[in-house]
């Protein structure tokens, strides 16, 4: 007696399902990496948060508000024991008043940032109290002068930017931002001139 054949569904099935679950770890697999590409990454997610204004205006840098008066360029600064410092770029001298909120707070980041994103810091060359070393004490009004070294092409369109936070890859601070207005006419002007700029002490203002 011939035994019986055994059933062929499980070797269809087995045609089925296996192409069949293939396809599904697949499409799992585009699914969350569309899911990862739509989701915002740290860094988009983490981005300064930045304040801005012009020359007058209050500017919110959180912890301190910052009014920026004037601005002033020379080729020549005149600081220190009346020594005259020379350069082959231009001077901007930026005088700020810096009003501290509920605490004490020193400015972690001060900077000019040019139309290209390129960052200059206050220069080194002298010192200057107000460019990084002063701390402003609560409700105390303090108004300065901060200078900055930068190319001569990179004076027009020059903004500044102070803030308090001290996270070394800028995200997630807050960053109170001035359009110091300087156009390419004006740099022409300081450079053609002959007076010096001259660094003046930090003061307490109105």
Do not use: C
Request: charged letters at 20%.
């Amino acid at each position: 007696m011939t035994a019986p054949s055994p059933p062929k569904t499980k070797g269809w099935l087995r045609l089925v399902t296996v192409p069949l679950s293939l396809l599904l770890i697949l499409a799992t697999i585009v699914a969350g990496q569309e899911i990862i590409r739509r989701a915002p990454d740290y860094d988009s997610g983490s981005r300064p948060y930045v304040h801005t204004g012009g020359i007058g205006d209050t500017v919110d840098g959180l912890t301190f508000s910052v009014v920026v008066a004037s601005v002033s360029g020379a080729s020549t600064v005149r600081a220190g024991f009346d020594e005259d410092y020379h350069t082959d770029g231009v001077f901007v001298a930026v005088r700020a008043k810096v009003t501290a909120h509920s605490e004490a707070v020193l400015l972690e980041h001060i900077a000019v940032v040019d139309r290209g994103g390129r960052v200059f810091v206050a220069t080194p060359r002298f010192f200057q109290v107000f460019g990084g070393y002063y701390r402003f004490q609560p409700a105390v009004p303090i108004a300065g002068e901060i200078i900055f070294e930068v190319p001569r092409d990179a004076a027009p369109g020059l903004v500044l930017q102070l803030s308090a936070d001290l996270i070394l890859d800028r995200r997630n601070q807050t960053i109170a931002q001035v359009d110091l207005g300087i156009g390419q006419s004006t740099v022409d002007k300081w450079l053609a001139g002959s007076a010096p700029l001259e660094l003046t002490d930090p003061e307490v203002a109105a």
